[in-house]
């Protein structure tokens, strides 16, 4: 066989493992993910989901300072929507689509979901591109599988967040910077800019994708001979600057439109990270993401080569190496400090660790089986590294399909929510716990609950929901402190005694074990905050228990700290004397 033909042979079926591997990628990512909804969203869908809504009702400021790329991406996928229903008579007016959606979200959580599911899926193939620029096709098809078993990616990528499509953005932008390094044209360099600013727009720490554009452009320079001077008065490098401004202003126009709320928002992401409650026993950045973080996404045997991957390119620090390298470096510096550490903040890193993984298993499998005199491998070696590559994420595709059919089993907040409905009488007053059931509240309790909301037609559906729901509660939030200044601050809880509460009129008290347990798994917690401890004892000693709704499975494979993932709590259902 000619050997132009057997290479067209190959190329073919790169395509087809991609083409598997991207759908294989789809079908983890979305099994599941209708499961429980609209009671169990993730706890922060809601920055996704509603912002997107309320902007279709004239409320630009709806994401209030978050980067609101995805907010754009989910408000036109949500009015197609709205036009598909208008057209089929599903929604005979807008207040009436809005008037279905807030009594029933399922379906903005499963259109959101479902774009996140394709997304990521969609990096798949993306990642192969970035390989195989950097090094070779097998290089790239290696890291596209382990990144389709990546557990931290497939988790984000089943929720309507920011995850998945930053990940994308970065891989896009890294691409383009990928061919500078190979001496790409003008377009290159803009197109890396204008993704890296659409990056940015979706979530601010995807600003360090900028940098590895300059250091492609520094390394190609620095190669041909060109002088400093000349290197750094490029006008395409000034045109991706500028395309990098480009990028995050289509994203984010409130930039222009309304700064004060851009700088606003922005001030308030520097600040989030004081530290959170429940993150005392955690270790800082520096040794949280090369140990927990990785070993969440990849399981011990990936988590080494990805170790040995990193080293291996700082022993070779080529110029293709630098650039991947660039990346987790970045990435682990802006994060070696920070006191509150999940490993999603890792992601704009780990595409790039798994292609230096994927290039030191070639590597070692071409020197065990050497390859022919026309360079290409030996079939031994491209048998070998196959064989170790899906052996190698054996144990993150197990993680992935337990952890997808944990969330279709029944939630206690599910049948918490239904039986308190069944038992507890409507217009009952109940102080509800962080993370417990989401019970329907009355039009009197929001708005004793909310004295001030902005003037809309969007909050006047919100009311008639409330006013027509068949039942619904006057609900007292428990507002535990959880980050920033008030837990910098010791604030407890929001509890009080049950005297106060028999004395207002509460008689049931809803709790959840995500809470609770917060306050006793750390040393020393439960002794900063007296007030609230004492007020989970006296409901053992005083109250009565009137139901329990555990998890269907005890070692339910979630822990926030280490997973990224709410613990699946229980409910406990109260009844004051």
């Known amino acids: 066989m000619p050997l132009g033909r057997s290479w067209k042979i190959i190329l073919r079926s790169d395509w087809l493992v991609l083409a598997v591997l991207t759908l294989l990628a789809f079908g983890l990512r979305i099994w599941g993910m209708w499961a429980n909804l609209p009671d169990v969203p993730n706890p922060d869908e809601y920055l996704m989901i509603w912002p997107s809504l309320r902007i279709g009702y004239g409320n ?27 057209a089929l008579r599903w929604f ?35 990642l192969y591109q970035v390989g195989k620029t950097l090094y070779d096709r097998r290089v790239g098809l290696i890291a596209a599988l382990f990144l389709t078993f990546d557990f931290v990616h497939a988790m984000l990528s089943k929720v309507g967040k920011v995850d998945a499509p930053m990940v994308f953005l970065i891989c896009l932008s890294f691409l383009f910077s990928a ?8 377009r290159d360099y803009l197109l890396a800019g204008l993704f890296a600013g659409l990056a940015t727009a979706a979530k601010y720490n995807a600003l360090l994708v900028a940098l590895p554009l300059l250091l492609a452009h520094l390394l190609r320079s620095r190669r041909e001979g060109v002088s400093w001077l000349k290197v750094l008065q490029a006008k395409p490098l000034w045109l991706g600057g500028l395309c990098v401004i480009l990028g995050f202003w289509l994203g984010y126009p409130h930039l ?8 606003q928002g922005l001030h308030n992401t520097v600040n989030f990270f004081w530290s959170w409650l429940g993150y005392e026993g955690a270790p800082p950045g520096r040794i949280y993401y090369p140990w927990i973080a990785l070993r969440t996404a990849y399981g011990l045997p990936l988590q080494l080569l990805v170790w040995a991957g990193f080293l291996a390119a700082l022993y070779r620090h080529r110029g293709r190496d630098l650039l991947c390298l660039s990346m987790p470096i970045l990435t682990y510096l802006m994060l070696s400090n920070f006191t509150v550490n999940q490993p999603r903040y890792f992601l704009p890193a780990t595409p790039f660790l798994l292609i230096l993984a994927a290039k030191l298993l070639m590597d070692v499998t071409g020197k065990i089986c050497p390859g022919s005199a026309e360079g290409l491998p030996a079939k031994r070696s491209v048998y070998l ?26 939630d206690p907040r599910v049948t918490s929510r239904q039986w308190i409905e069944r038992h507890v009488p409507s217009g009952s007053r109940v102080v509800l716990d962080m993370e417990g059931p989401r019970l329907v509240e009355s039009a009197e309790s929001w708005q004793a609950n909310h004295p001030n909301p902005p003037p809309s037609r ?7 929901v409330r006013e027509m729901a068949p039942v619904s509660y006057w609900i007292l939030p428990i507002v535990h402190f959880t980050n920033r200044e008030p837990y910098r601050q010791g604030r407890e809880a929001s509890v009080q005694s049950l005297d106060w509460y028999l004395e207002n009129g509460y008689y049931y008290i809803v709790t959840s074990s995500y809470m609770y347990e917060t306050y006793v798994r750390w040393p020393g917690v439960a002794e900063r905050y007296p007030k609230t401890m004492a007020f989970y ?10 139901a329990e709704f555990r998890p269907p499975l005890e070692n339910n494979g979630r822990d926030f700290v280490a997973t990224d993932l709410p613990t699946i709590p229980t409910i406990r259902v109260y009844q004051l004397p």
Not at 256 to 263: A, Q
Not at 385 to 410: E, G, H, M, N, R
Not at 458 to 464: K, L, P, R, S
């Open 92 to 126: 005979p007016s807008p207040t009436d689509f809005a008037f279905q959606m807030i009594a029933n979200p399922t379906p903005l959580y499963l259109i959101a979901r479902t774009t996140m599911a394709l997304v990521g899926a969609a990096t798949v193939p993306l």
């Open 179 to 186: 061919r500078v390094l190979q001496g790409g044209k003008t």
């Open 60 to 86: 630009l400021a709806a994401t209030t300072g978050y980067p609101p790329l995805v907010n754009f991406v989910l408000f036109f996928e949500y009015a197609a929507y709205f036009l598909l229903g208008y």
């Open 385 to 410: 590294s196959a064989t170790l590559a899906v052996l190698l994420v054996i144990l993150p595709a197990y993680q992935i399909v337990f952890q997808d059919y944990v969330y279709t089993l029944p």
């Open 458 to 464: 969007f909050a006047d559906v919100e009311q008639e």
């Open 537 to 546: 004892q006296s409901l053992e000693e005083r109250a009565t228990l009137l």
């Open 256 to 263: 222009i439109l309304d700064p004060g709320m851009f700088w």
